[in-house]
Nanobody
Framework: QVQLVESGGGLVQAGGSLRLSCAASGRTFSRYAMGWFRQAPGKEREFVAAISWAGGVTYYSDSVKDRFTISRDNAKNTLYLQMNSLKPEDTAVYYC?????????????????WGQGTQVTVSS
């Protein structure tokens, strides 16, 4: 059974930083691409960042590019999202997900397992 557990969310002031983690189990972590998504109240879930199975390819949404960094440690079965220069519009529940294959994708349908989410709130 695949399990993804996010942590690291919280309340931060605008301009601050947070680092999210996603601990994976139940699947050979290193064989699959991973991604981060977020969902704000009243909005659809949206793509944030993705990383290929070995970490060599990454994608970012335009809204977080140059502020967020996705990374992974396959030895620890853990995915990360370093978030800098946070803005109030970054407030959302953040979800990690494991892709159906090795290639990174921005397509939500390309992911088959999801974590329960962690709340990130950025105050102005």
């Amino acid at each position: 059974q695949v399990q993804l557990v996010e942590s690291g969310g919280g309340l931060v002031q605008a301009g601050g930083s947070l680092r999210l983690s996603c601990a994976a189990s139940g699947r050979t972590f290193s064989r699959y691409a991973m991604g981060w998504f977020r969902q704000a109240p009243g909005k659809e879930r949206e793509f944030v960042a993705a990383i290929s199975w070995a970490g060599g390819v990454t994608y970012y949404s335009d809204s977080v590019k140059d502020r967020f960094t996705i990374s992974r440690d396959n030895a620890k079965n853990t995915l990360y999202l370093q978030m800098n220069s946070l803005k109030p519009e970054d407030t959302a529940v953040y979800y990690c997900a494991t892709a159906r294959g090795q290639r990174a994708t921005i397509d939500l349908d390309g992911y088959d397992y999801w974590g329960q989410g962690t709340q990130v709130t950025v105050s102005s």
